[in-house]
């Protein structure tokens, strides 16, 4: 089992910024890309960004240049680092874990962001 656990959340101005923590914990071995999330309210889960274990990143086109996704393998740790952040980021936010041989999944209990003037 992997146990995922997000914090950095919170409420802050538009254009201003946040930065997300994953911190993962458990059986890690074979976790091969690690990735945040968002679900605003009414809508469905999207993927915002992900990271591989080599470090290869992609995003979603609407967080391009504002969001930055990277990993501490010694803390077995993803980030989001948010800049710019707009209204339509408001959601709460997901880490999730997957290893490729196995298709086993793993999500955190997630982190609200809001972002309100």
């Known amino acids: 089992q992997v146990q995922l656990e997000e914090s950095g959340g919170g409420l802050v101005q538009p254009g201003g910024s946040l930065r997300l923590s994953c911190a993962a914990s458990?059986?890690?071995?074979?976790?091969?890309?690690m990735a945040w999330y968002r679900q605003a309210p009414g809508k469905q889960r999207e993927l915002v960004a992900a990271i591989t274990n080599r470090g290869i990143t992609s995003y979603a086109d609407s967080v391009k240049g504002r969001f930055t996704i990277s990993r501490d393998n010694a803390e077995n740790t993803v980030y989001l680092q948010m800049t710019g952040l707009k209204p339509e980021d408001t959601a709460i936010y997901y880490c999730?874990?997957?290893?490729?041989?196995?298709?086993?999944?793993?999500w955190g209990q997630g982190t609200q962001v809001a972002v309100s003037s």
């Open positions: 999730k874990a997957r290893k490729l041989i196995t298709g086993d999944e793993y």
């Open positions: 458990g059986s890690l071995f074979g976790i091969n890309v």
